[in-house]
C-alpha cells in the first residue's frame, strides 16, 4: 500500500496537472478568442458594433475560458485517527460544465462519498474535486467517473461513490428540446461497489429527502 506522504503528493501533483496530464495553467490566448468570438457572432447575423453588443465578444470569450478553468487548490488530508469507517457523503455540489459536443453548458448536481481507511480529507476538498473536472470540455459519464478514480488515488478508500444529476442544455434548448430533464451517472470503487449493503446505504442517502 502506498503510504499516506506519497498518496497525498501524488494527489496534489495530479491536482496541479488537472489530474488527467494537462497543464496546470494551460495557454490561452484570449485576444485571439475574442477575435474568432466576434468572427462567429458576425456570422450568425449579429451585429457587434452596436453599443450594446460591442463588448459581447469579450465577454464571450472571458465566460467560455471560466466554465474551462477550474480554481487551483490544495489536497488536505487527515490521519484517521479515531479509525472512522462509515460512510462520509456530501450531497448536492453544485457545478457547470462544457459539453465537449457542442460547447453548450450542463449544469447540475453531485453526490460525493466515501469509507474511510487510512486518512481521511477535509470536506470542501471533496466540492473541489468536483470542480477540477467540471470545468473543461466535458460528457457527464466521463466526470463522473474521473472523480471517482480521482479520490480513490488520493485516500486509498475504502470505497468511493459519486452520482452526478444534470440539466444538458444541448438536450433542452436544441435538438429534441426536453426541459428539465435530468441525467444520473454513477461510479463506485472498492466496497460501495463490491458489497451490497454498502452500495444501498450509499444509493439510499442520495434519494433521502428526493423524489424516487
Not at 452526478?164 to 454513477?186: D, N, P, W, Y
Request: proline content about 5%; aromatic content about 6%.
Amino acid at each position: 500500500m502506498r503510504s499516506p506522504i506519497t498518496a497525498l503528493s501524488l494527489a496534489r501533483e495530479e491536482c496541479r496537472a488537472q489530474a488527467a496530464g494537462e497543464p496546470a495553467q494551460p495557454v490561452r490566448d484570449m485576444i485571439a478568442a475574442q477575435e474568432a468570438a466576434a468572427l462567429f457572432l458576425r456570422a450568425l447575423g449579429l451585429n457587434c458594433e452596436q453599443e450594446a453588443t460591442l463588448g459581447t465578444p469579450g465577454r464571450m470569450a472571458r465566460a467560455f475560458a471560466e466554465l474551462m478553468t477550474p480554481r487551483p487548490f490544495e489536497v488536505t488530508t487527515f490521519e484517521n485517527d479515531e479509525n472512522y469507517t462509515q460512510l462520509v457523503l456530501v450531497r448536492g455540489v453544485p457545478f457547470a460544465s462544457l459539453c465537449e459536443h457542442h460547447a453548450l453548458p450542463f449544469v447540475g448536481t453531485a453526490d460525493v462519498g466515501y469509507l474511510p481507511a487510512g486518512r481521511i480529507v477535509g470536506l470542501s476538498k471533496l466540492a473541489r474535486v468536483v470542480e477540477l473536472f467540471a470545468r473543461r470540455p466535458q460528457v457527464q459519464e466521463r466526470m463522473t467517473q474521473q472523480i471517482a478514480d480521482w479520490l480513490q488515488k488520493a485516500l486509498e478508500p475504502a470505497g468511493v461513490g459519486v452520482l452526478v444529476r444534470a440539466e444538458h442544455f444541448c438536450m433542452s434548448l436544441r435538438g429534441v428540446q426536453v426541459t428539465g430533464a435530468s441525467t444520473i451517472t454513477s461510479a463506485l470503487h472498492g466496497q460501495l461497489l463490491d458489497d451490497g449493503r454498502a452500495r444501498d446505504e450509499f444509493l439510499a442517502l442520495t434519494r433521502t429527502g428526493r423524489e424516487a
